[in-house]
């Protein structure tokens, strides 16, 4: 089980926020690093949860790791969803031209 951060903490490990969904239930927020984005396709995003009711927020930054320039996500150049099939979330990062420079982190927050 998660520990209970006091702080605004994005990892790569599971934290459970200080946030209350409206159904009442915890967040809990979880991350995710491609080290290398899709030249003008899709890919999944693996965040290897189960148990999960609901998502809360999906969001991330590309970076490139020549230039060191940096895309908030979503963004109109890389796409980013997330959706729940039977428990467990399945991410899905889209970009529209070759970003196989770049790298990302994605974060998804969730109830279970």
Do not use: C
């Amino acid at each position: 089980m998660a520990g209970l951060s006091l702080q605004d903490v994005y990892s790569l490990s599971e934290v459970r926020t200080l946030n209350i969904w409206t159904d009442g239930k915890p967040v809990y927020r979880k991350g995710a690093y491609i080290s290398s984005l899709p030249n003008a396709a899709a890919s999944a995003i693996s965040f290897g949860l189960s148990g999960v009711t609901g998502i809360t927020n999906i969001r991330g930054i590309a970076r490139n790791k020549s230039t060191g320039r940096a895309l908030a996500l979503p963004h109109p150049l890389i796409n980013i969803s997330a959706v729940i099939a039977t428990g467990s979330i399945t991410g899905r990062l889209v970009t529209g031209s070759n970003r196989t420079g770049w790298e990302a982190y994605v974060f998804v927050e969730y109830t279970k």
